[in-house]
């Protein structure tokens, strides 16, 4: 049973489309993150949520938008791709928010052409 | 801010070699700290973590880490690599305050050679 689950696990799309890409924890976790790791394997945390709350939102462009619907799910939305948006997006959870242990997903490898 | 440096994009060993990695941090009060595995295609998985009990961290898979707050260092070693070791590694900090994500570094590739 995966404890952090992501879908899709590949997305391939043209430029100007808008995806969506599915978190789903069944950890009982209260927070949960989105990174992006990109070509050259970087990880950097986007978003961060505490019990549907946003609680981190770093610098990245309003094209992006996350969305919680509960604690064990969390969303995320890209409007408008571009080729720059092209990477790895991981979905994680812990159990407290911050300075704890992320449990990720798998993954989900969005290309855009 | 905090900040973690990983010195050395790529590591060499053979099969049965020293494994060591460094990781360097930078935070004005003594931190989390952790290291992460991704092997090809997967998702991270925790090797091993330092919250301020034992500055001699023991982890899966072998590996263990010691803290030293005179070098703001956490390397990562393994006395004897095995073939699977081979995979990306990456050093993270965090601060004890709620409300914070995890600051990766780089990453280290580890390769192994028979």
């Known amino acids: 049973d995966t404890a952090v689950s992501q879908t899709p696990k590949y997305l391939v799309t043209q430029m100007g489309n808008d995806k969506s890409i599915k978190c789903e924890q069944n950890l009982g976790h209260d927070t949960m993150y989105w990174y992006k790791q990109d070509s050259k394997k970087f990880l950097k945390i986007m978003f961060s949520?505490?019990?549907?709350?946003?609680?981190i939102n770093e610098t990245v462009p309003n094209r992006f938008s996350p969305k919680s619907p509960d604690k064990a799910h969390l969303n995320l939305h890209i409007n408008s791709l571009e080729l720059g948006d092209s990477a790895v997006y991981f979905c994680?959870?812990?159990?407290?928010?911050?300075?704890?242990?992320?449990?990720f997903g798998a993954g989900s490898r969005l290309t855009v052409l | 801010a905090q900040s973690v440096t990983q010195l050395g994009s790529h590591v060499s060993v053979s099969e049965g070699a020293l494994v060591l990695l460094r990781c360097n941090y930078s935070s004005s009060v003594p931190p989390y700290l952790f290291w992460y595995v991704q092997y090809p295609n997967q998702g991270l998985q925790l090797l091993l973590k330092?919250?301020?009990?034992?500055?001699l961290v023991k982890g899966i898979n072998g590996f263990e880490a010691e803290f030293k707050k005179s070098e703001t260092s956490f390397h990562l070693t393994k006395p004897s690599a095995h073939m699977s070791d081979a995979a990306e590694y990456f050093c993270a900090v965090s601060d004890r305050q709620a409300g914070t994500a995890l600051i990766f570094g780089k990453g280290t590739t580890l390769s192994v050679s028979s």
């Open positions: 330092y919250t301020s009990a034992a500055t």
């Open positions: 994680a959870s812990s159990s407290l928010p911050g300075a704890n242990v992320l449990t």
């Open positions: 949520y505490n019990n549907k709350e946003l609680i």
